[in-house]
């Protein structure tokens, strides 16, 4: 089991912002990443680090962190962006990752 | 540009073996760490074993932990994944991962998936 928790559904208006978060004690030592993963594909780095951008994810995209708790914002939400998202913390118990939030883009 | 190219997954009877490979290219292969990861149909992703760029280091998940060796070939850009006593349970797709590393002050960060490869998937079924 893993010691982040996510919110399972998250859901958000074309154009509006939606955050989704990560919970973990781990959080507090480590910095978070993020991945999209959309049906039938392979996950996508979207965030890592303090709030660094790979390569080719739109800005709309950016990552923050407070105490326990590890946030991905999406700024004017796209339909595109219906997906799963994933959080990863190195320094995290038992498995690294978080559950899952699925975001429903509406 | 990055390519990772998972092989080797098939359906094979509980108690069997396997042996997946993740071809790497488009980066100094043995300059990162590569883990598998894998994803149970429907459900979330779940982190199985990490390698260090050197081969020296390995790390596993508890839930494989004594069955599953992680190794890596260098000279040939290539990462392994040796399953024995599979169970049912670890029918999933497994997907190959380049660590990625970045620097904030001082300190030297590692995370992982900075690329993933599509995945090869292995059933285990009778």
């Known amino acids: 089991s893993s010691e982040l928790t996510q919110d399972p559904a998250v859901s958000v208006a074309l154009g509006q912002t939606v955050r989704i978060t990560c919970r973990g004690d781990?959080?507090?030592?480590?910095?978070a990443s993020w991945y999209q993963q959309k049906p039938g594909q392979a996950p996508v780095l979207v965030i890592y680090g303090k709030n660094n951008r790979p390569s080719g994810i739109p800005d709309r995209f950016s990552g923050s962190s407070s105490g326990n708790t590890a946030s991905l914002t999406i700024t004017g939400a796209q339909a595109e962006d219906e997906a799963d998202y994933y959080c990863?913390?190195?320094?995290?118990?038992?498995?690294?990752f978080g559950g899952g939030t699925k975001l429903t883009v509406l | 540009e990055v390519h990772l190219l998972e092989s080797g997954g098939a359906l094979v009877q509980p108690g069997g073996s396997l042996r997946l490979s993740c071809a790497a290219s488009g980066f100094t292969f043995s300059s990162y760490a590569m883990s598998w990861v894998r994803q149970a149909p429907g459900k979330g992703l779940e982190w199985v074993s990490a390698?260090?760029?050197?081969?020296?280091?390995?790390y596993y998940a508890d839930s494989v932990k004594g069955r599953f060796t992680i190794s890596r070939d260098n000279s040939k850009n290539t990462l392994y994944l040796q399953m024995n006593t599979l169970r049912a349970e670890d029918t999933a797709v497994y997907y190959c991962?380049?660590?990625?590393?970045?620097?904030?002050?001082?300190?030297?960060?590692?995370?992982?998936?900075?690329?993933w490869g599509q995945g090869t998937l292995v059933t285990v079924s009778s």
């Open positions: 781990s959080l507090r030592r480590y910095y």
């Open positions: 990863n913390s190195r320094d995290s118990s038992g498995n690294p």
């Open positions: 991962a380049k660590d990625g590393v970045f620097y904030y002050g001082s300190g030297t960060f590692f995370y992982t998936g900075e690329y």
């Open positions: 390698i260090s760029g050197s081969g020296g280091g390995t």
